[in-house]
């Protein structure tokens, strides 16, 4: 049982290009996310999906997009990216069996920087 | 909108006292969900404890206990017996009902030998 896997754990980026990011969980969790981890600015929500087929904006969208491929996997899209989205990525889930449907399960995170 | 707020950015605590993270959030819902989560360097984020709204009980996990305030929108996390291995951020979080999280922006404690 790995939980919440992500791919890749670093990356550098040139502005204008183009990205994305997986995440896997092998939990049954119906539930998915995605954040952005900023120095002092804590843990902000960019995009989540409450179950299969469906996804919702989180606090900060603007610039990037989601799939939720199946209920295993939700990928993050960068279509041309900015200096400004340089964070570290986290994917997340909950519910489902296995675990407390109200608790979250992280990635390891993904360091991302675009020059 | 849900706002949590974390007041302390640094906290610094000697080994084996005890330390108390504060927390605070604001919200117009009567079910959700609390969590304290420990991010050390490694940057895994760790479930440190979690509290239902719903529950007067405070939660306690071996070393670490809350103090629930659910009037006074208060949260706090203490640490007894701090060891080392406690220096990390820590997150305070808040989940209502549509599984939706908002995090604070974290409070990074070093335990000094």
């Known amino acids: 049982n790995a939980g919440v896997t992500q791919t890749p754990k670093f990356q550098v980026l040139k502005t204008g290009q183009s990205m994305t990011l997986q995440c896997a969980q092998d939990?049954?969790?119906?539930?998915m996310y995605w954040y952005r981890q900023d120095p002092g600015m804590g843990l902000r929500l960019i995009y989540y999906?409450?179950?299969?087929?469906?996804?919702d904006k989180g606090e900060v969208p603007n610039g990037y997009n989601v799939s939720r491929l199946n209920k295993r996997e939700f990928s993050l899209r960068l279509e041309s990216a900015a200096p400004s989205q340089t964070s570290v990525y986290f994917c997340a889930s909950t519910g489902g069996a296995g675990g407390p449907r109200d608790t979250q399960y992280f990635g390891p995170g993904t360091r991302l920087t675009v020059l | 909108a849900q706002t949590v707020t974390q007041s302390q950015p640094e906290m610094s605590v000697q080994e084996a006292e005890t330390v108390t993270l504060s927390c605070t959030y604001d919200t117009s819902e009567n079910n959700y969900y609390l969590f304290w989560y420990k991010q050390p360097p490694s940057r895994q984020m760790i479930l440190v404890i979690r509290?239902?709204?719903?529950?007067?009980q405070n939660a306690t996990e071996n070393r670490f206990s809350v103090n629930f305030q659910k009037a006074a929108k208060s949260f706090s996390l203490k640490i007894s017996d701090s060891q080392l291995g406690d220096t990390a951020m820590y997150f305070c979080a808040f989940m209502k009902r549509s599984n939706q999280f908002y995090f604070g922006t974290g409070t990074s404690l070093t335990v000094i030998p």
């Open positions: 999906s409450a179950s299969e087929g469906t996804t």
């Open positions: 509290q239902e709204a719903y529950k007067q």
């Open positions: 939990m049954n969790h119906n539930s």
